[in-house]
């Protein structure tokens, strides 16, 4: 389980990011397009560092809304 944060992208496109994954960043056309890129996105970032032999970095980011 991963936090992801999924914002409108200034091309009309969704971004979407996840926090505990430095770097791991992708989009779509919608919000579900962009959440099932980065669902894929995550997967291969997480095999990438196990076949190098690097740590994964553990799920460690809590969200909150803040008025202002």
Not at 7 to 25: A, I, K, M, Q
Not at 42 to 48: A, D, F, K, N, P
Not at 60 to 66: K, L, N, P
Request: charged content about 25%.
């Amino acid at each position: 389980m991963r936090q992801v944060v999924v914002y409108p992208g200034e091309d009309g496109y969704w971004v979407v990011e996840c926090p505990s994954l430095p770097g791991c960043v992708s989009q779509g056309k919608t919000k579900e397009e962009a959440v099932a890129n980065i669902k894929e996105a995550i997967q291969g970032y997480i095999e990438t560092l196990k076949e190098d032999g690097l740590p994964v970095p553990e799920e460690r980011f809590e969200t909150i809304v803040v008025a202002v």
